[in-house]
């Protein structure tokens, strides 16, 4: 089966940084596209940024210019660099991997694991912003 790790959460004082990676263990059938979503405190996990194969990057509003994706040459690792935190961005940050770009932006997570098939998802890590 996929396993998707994720390393490097934790906690970092408003205005700081902090950087996600995301590992998967394989190709993921149905799509090579990865990225984040996020749920914090009672709301919907909602898609924070995504990049497909060939590098097509998005980014949601809320993060647009403070947060990057990249991956490496393999393309199987992707990080998701974070700048100029925000106490709203804390949340549990969770990897996923699959035809992402084949998701509706408006969908959350639940949507997106019931609609779309073969969409790998990992544990989640908690980032904390606060001072």
């Known amino acids: 089966d996929?396993?998707?790790?994720?390393?490097?959460?934790?906690?970092?004082?408003?205005?700081?940084?902090?950087?996600?990676?995301?590992?998967?263990?394989?190709?993921?059938?149905?799509?090579?596209?990865?990225?984040?979503y996020r749920q914090g405190g009672g709301n919907e996990c909602t898609l924070v940024s995504r990049i497909s194969d060939d590098g097509h990057t998005y980014y949601s509003r809320s993060v647009e210019g403070r947060f990057t994706i990249s991956q490496d040459n393999t393309k199987n690792t992707v990080h998701l660099q974070m700048n100029s935190l925000k106490p709203e961005d804390t949340a549990v940050y969770i990897c996923a991997a699959g035809a992402l770009y084949s998701i509706?932006?408006?969908?959350?997570?639940?949507?997106?694991?019931?609609?779309?098939k073969r969409l790998y998802w990992a544990q989640g890590t908690q980032i904390a912003v606060t001072s």
């Open 104 to 116: 509706p932006l408006g969908w959350n997570c639940n949507e997106a694991r019931d609609k779309v």
């Open 2 to 36: 996929v396993q998707l790790i994720e390393s490097g959460g934790g906690s970092v004082q408003p205005g700081g940084s902090l950087r996600l990676s995301c590992t998967r263990s394989e190709s993921t059938p149905g799509g090579s596209d990865m990225g984040w």
